[in-house]
């Protein structure tokens, strides 16, 4: 049980690191309120099977963020008027 | 010809002093750059640490102490901690390797944490 709560925090926490590098505001942001979201829903499930489900799923789908977060990454989007330009220089 | 040239320039240069001098690197050490962010100190990781708990939602408005736990003073589960670690993480532009984010679960080790990183900003 205890090396499941460690994976899956490990993977919650790849999943927003991978999240947070998309260029573009939309999908970046999509795609941290779809992690997070995910992963609280089944916070209290409790059958082994269905945990073991979630982790396998999980894993094909965080392959999935990655590619995508390196391919958005080619890419050049402007910013958007409602991000902050730079998150040390506010005043 | 040429050689013969070099070889008594070379000569001359070694048994005269350099007439120009360099100005020494120690000189140029005690320029301020103005532009440098201050040193990151205890007081100032805490202080935009709190910052940080203060804007996060589930914490807003509760007191944050150094001593606070993140679960059990501030009613944060595992999956925020992982959430919080990370904000921090943003925060200071550093990355913190996975078995050290597991061990950080209360603000004082946060705050120590980042004290001893060196490329904290």
């Not at chain 1, 994976?7 to 779809?34: C, G, H, W």
């Not at chain 2, 103005?34 to 709190?50: G, H, W």
């Amino acid at each position: 049980m205890a090396g499941n709560k460690s994976q899956v925090l490990s993977l919650y926490r790849q999943f927003l690191r991978n999240a947070s590098k998309f260029e573009d505001y939309n999908f970046r942001n999509y795609f941290l309120r779809k992690s997070r979201d995910e992963f609280k829903k089944h916070k209290d499930v409790s059958d082994p099977a269905e945990i073991a489900n979630f982790i396998k799923s999980a894993r094909q789908d965080l392959l999935v963020l990655k590619r995508q977060a390196e391919i958005s990454q080619m890419y050049h989007f402007d910013k958007l008027v409602v991000e902050k330009l730079d998150r040390h220089h506010r005043t | 010809m040429l050689r013969l040239s070099c070889s008594r320039l070379l000569k001359g240069s070694r048994a005269s002093a350099f007439p120009l001098r360099v100005p020494s690197l120690v000189a140029q050490a005690q320029w301020r750059q103005y532009s440098a962010a201050p040193a990151l100190t205890k007081d100032i990781i805490q202080e935009r640490i709190v910052e940080l708990f203060e804007s996060y939602d589930k914490t807003a408005g509760k007191e944050i102490l150094p001593s606070s736990s993140f679960t059990r003073d501030l009613g944060l589960d595992s999956l925020d901690t992982v959430e919080v670690v990370m904000e921090i993480e943003n925060e200071f532009s550093i990355i913190i390797p996975d078995h050290e984010a597991d061990e950080i679960k209360t603000v004082q080790q946060a705050i120590d944490f980042i004290a001893s990183q060196d490329d904290a900003c």
